[in-house]
């Protein structure tokens, strides 16, 4: 089966870094996305990738293991408005997304 | 309008009655889906459309339709309500349905069924 797998809920300090990991089991790769989902609210693009290494993007990276099936994204320099839920997602080989049910991540001041 | 935008809002419906969700997108994507949104699950894909005139089933197909007569619209209906498609439905669209490409969400629409 698919199984995508992520932390339920984490807590962090603002200012603080935080790691939130995602691994995978699917049938076939092609692409891992990260997206941020406040509560009430859509999700919304963050990050993808598609070949092993870090992406960064602002205070944002993403880095993924395709022979590990494993991906985290590094949140830098938290702020009180990245309380959010971070859903990863993965493109399997029938091209769709299978999505993990989230980390609400919970920033303390 | 910009992006996305889903018809209601929210709704509560009695078991058993026909409702459709509507779906409008101003970005001329190409590709269109339909999500449900459980607590603690994932996202599941419901339908999907790559292009205007062609549609397919994702991972929770039934007791759901959808249609696809052009570009920009891709409703969703529920032909007869039971309360386990109790939810928060997104509808979400892409430029080509490509893997690279970004899904972009609709602000969703929460629905209970009585």
């Known amino acids: 089966g698919q199984n995508i797998d992520q932390p339920t809920e984490m807590t962090a300090t603002e200012g603080a870094i935080v790691q939130i990991n995602c691994t995978y089991q699917t049938s076939g790769f092609n692409g891992l996305f990260w997206y941020q989902q406040h509560a009430g609210e859509a999700p919304t693009f963050l990050s993808y990738?598609?070949l092993d290494g870090l992406e960064e993007k602002g205070r944002f990276s993403s880095f993924l293991s395709r022979s590990k099936g494993y991906s985290y994204l590094l949140l830098k320099e938290l702020q009180m408005k990245d309380s959010a839920s971070y859903l990863c997602?993965?493109?399997?080989?029938?091209?769709?997304?299978?999505w993990g049910a989230g980390t609400k991540l919970i920033i303390k001041p | 309008i910009a992006g996305i935008t889903q018809a209601p809002t929210s709704q509560i419906l009695a078991a058993g009655r026909r409702m459709t969700l509507r779906c409008t997108q101003d970005?001329?994507?190409?590709?269109m889906y339909w999500y449900r949104q459980d607590l603690g699950l994932g996202l599941r894909l419901i339908h999907y459309?790559?292009?205007?005139?062609?549609?397919g089933k994702g991972e929770v197909p039934d007791g759901y339709s959808v249609s696809r007569a052009n570009t920009d619209d891709f409703p969703l209906t529920l032909a007869s309500a039971v309360p386990s498609q109790t939810s928060v439905y997104f509808c979400a669209s892409s430029e080509s349905g490509g893997a690279e490409d970004t899904q972009y969400f609709g602000p969703g629409t929460r629905l209970t069924v009585l």
């Open positions: 459309s790559n292009t205007a005139g062609t549609t």
């Open positions: 990738n598609v």
């Open positions: 970005m001329r994507h190409n590709a």
């Open positions: 997602a993965v493109w399997d080989s029938n091209y769709q997304l299978i």
